[in-house]
């Protein structure tokens, strides 16, 4: 029997799921960081070899979800209810596949230089990955129950900052590019990075609602 099977073999059944969900807030929180030393790289073949490598970040975070739904379907204990598992877990999934997707823009669509929208996005997408793991990494024994809360209204938060980053970017961007197809390009890769905050709210607001249930 190999290390982790041996492990496994002797973790009980439910917090299986705690270790799992922590993995992919860890990869999260990695792949959030890449994204923004690439937005701050100024050279745009560094930039985008950064950007290019978060797809095996991404792949990780699918296996760690995969191997989540498998414990979910396989185990009749779990630590809360099996909707609201599933719900982080696509939750979760669905922030790595829009910083993946915002990467996968900016390198598709060429774009030679980044600007302050993006460093700005980038840097809020990493503070709200951020304050989603220290929520997701308290639901193991639920005793800081204050914590996880100010955690999920700190990514509430984020995600209004995106908002208004967004109407802004997007206020200016209508107003002075005059090339169609610069203004698609930012219009789209700004409307998924804000969207990769929506969905760390969305998270949030599943945490939140497991400690309703069992605080």
């Known amino acids: 029997m190999g290390l982790n099977s041996f492990v496994k073999f002797f973790t009980p059944k439910d917090r299986i799921f705690y270790s799992l969900f922590e993995e992919v807030a860890s990869n999260l929180t990695a792949m959030s960081a890449r994204f923004e030393q690439a937005i701050n790289e100024t050279d745009q073949k560094k930039r985008n070899e950064m950007l290019n490598a978060l797809e095996d970040m991404e792949h990780k975070n699918d296996d760690a979800t995969h191997r989540l739904f498998i414990e979910l379907g ?34 598709n669509y060429n774009i030679e230089d980044t600007n302050d929208t993006m460093r ?8 709200s990955v951020n304050a989603l793991a220290a929520a997701i990494k308290e639901l193991r024994n639920m005793k800081n129950l204050k914590e996880i809360t100010q955690a999920c209204v700190h990514v509430n938060s984020f995600e209004n900052e995106a908002d208004d980053i967004l109407d802004s970017a997007l206020t200016q961007l209508f107003l002075l590019e005059t090339d169609a197809i610069e203004l698609i390009k930012k219009k789209e890769l700004y409307q998924d990075m804000e969207f990769v905050t929506d969905k760390c709210e969305d998270a949030a607001n599943v945490i939140e609602s497991i400690i309703i249930k069992y605080s």
Do not use: C, M
């Open 74 to 107: 396989q185990n009749f204990i779990t630590p809360f209810d099996r909707e609201d598992i599933h719900y982080l877990a696509t939750a979760l999934d669905d922030i790595a596949d829009f910083i993946w997707a915002s990467a996968k823009r900016i390198v």
């Open 120 to 127: 700005q996005f980038a840097h809020v997408i990493g503070k």
